[in-house]
């Protein structure tokens, strides 16, 4: 028979699901409590966090959600980050923190109910930020236009010079 506390677990796993955008899974074995501090508030300004459930009570909750990859991740003492901000800031803290320790393994997740493997976690760390991105874009939509500005422009100038020329020649003309 299931306990409460066990129960409310399950339902705040569920919750947690449902609300991120992405979960990653990671491996912990070995880390100090001040060194998972250290990763949760580096995960913090990603609006990420990251809890440690116990494999069974995730598994439950996982049942009835589009989420089976998660389940064979779970495996040994594992860890959730729940993403609900920047998924690759979020990836970005992670896979520094798993640079800056052996002892913390990326296992892979789930990104809007795709799995995604440590690799493609590590990928999606190499991405420009998405504000980065947003400012190319609008580069790539800026640059069209100054062109067109440039060319609208020349001929402005062509033909003043244009005028100019004809002004200066017919003065040369009367002083003549």
């Known amino acids: 028979m299931p306990t409460a506390a066990k129960v409310a677990t399950v339902e705040e796993i569920g919750s947690n699901l449902d609300s ?27 609006e990420t966090s990251y809890r440690i459930y116990k494999n069974t009570l995730v598994k439950i909750a996982t049942e ?34 798993a640079k800056g320790q052996d002892l913390f393994v990326l296992k892979g997740g789930v990104l809007r109910g795709k799995p995604i493997s440590a690799s493609d976690v590590d990928a999606l760390s190499k991405l420009d930020s998405r504000e980065v991105l947003l400012g190319k ?40």
Do not use: M
Request: aromatic share 8%; charged share 25%.
């Open 137 to 176: 874009i609008a580069g790539g939509f800026k640059a069209p236009l100054f062109k067109a500005a440039g060319l609208f422009a020349a001929n402005q100038r062509k033909f003043a010079g244009l005028l100019s020329a004809y002004a200066q020649k017919r003065e040369d003309e009367e002083a003549a």
């Open 20 to 46: 991120a955008t992405a979960v990653i899974v990671a491996e912990y074995r070995g880390l100090s409590v001040s060194q998972l501090a250290e990763l949760r508030n580096s995960l913090r300004p990603s």
């Open 64 to 97: 009835g959600r589009d989420l089976g990859a998660l389940e064979d991740l779970l495996v040994g003492p594992t860890g959730l980050a729940f993403v609900d901000g920047d998924v690759v800031e979020a990836a970005k803290a992670l896979s520094a923190f």
